[in-house]
Each structure stands twice: as C-alpha cells, then as structure tokens.
Nanobody, 115 residues
C-alpha cells in the first residue's frame, strides 16, 4: 500500500507565498518522478510541476518562475514552494506518484488566493 499526504494549503492574499508538502509512505520504491497537480472547480486536473525519471524538472508555463518543486529523498517527501500567488492559482493541489504501473494520489490540499 502507498499513502500520500499533502499539507500546507490555506488562504493567502495575491502576491503571497505558500509551501506545500507531500509525504509518501508505505511500499515506496522511488520518488524519482513524483509531482504536483491541481484542479480548480469546473476544470480538469492539470500538471503543475514534476520531477521526471531522467532527472529533469517540468513546470507548467503558468507557474514558471513562481513555483519551485523540491524533494527530500530520505524522507520520501516533495515540496512545492509557491511565490507571487495569483487568484488563478486557486485550486486543490494533489501530489502524484507513479509506481509499478499504478498511479497514486493524495487527498489534496486546498489553496485559495484571494484578497
């Protein structure tokens, strides 16, 4: 079994910052290609940032220069530092772990950017 638990969401004003965390536990083989997705009401879930299995990092164009993904391999944890937040960043943020042909998701953490 694999469990992913996100934390760090909340309400923030435009221009503010938040740092999300996602801890993976259970039968974890590698967090090499874990990533962050988000889903706003009425929208499809979209990729925000992810590590790739060949060691690269991908960012959606909408967050480049504002968001930074990082990880602590020893703790099976990834982070998403979000700066210069905009109202359009409001969404539920999910972490994702592809493993052994399966796809695991956390329960999500709500990020609301509003004045």
């Amino acid at each position: 079994q694999v469990q992913l638990v996100e934390s760090g969401g909340g309400l923030v004003q435009p221009g503010g910052s938040l740092r999300l965390s996602c801890v993976a536990s259970g039968r974890i083989f590698s967090i090499a290609d874990m990533g962050w997705y988000r889903q706003a009401p009425g929208n499809q879930r979209e990729l925000v940032a992810t590590f790739t299995s060949d060691g690269d990092i991908y960012y959606a164009d909408s967050v480049k220069g504002r968001f930074t993904i990082s990880r602590d391999v020893a703790e099976n944890t990834i982070y998403l530092q979000m700066n210069s937040l905009k109202p359009e960043d409001t969404a539920v943020y999910y972490c994702n772990l592809p493993q052994m042909g399966g796809l695991y998701w956390g329960q999500g953490t709500q990020v609301t950017v509003s004045s």
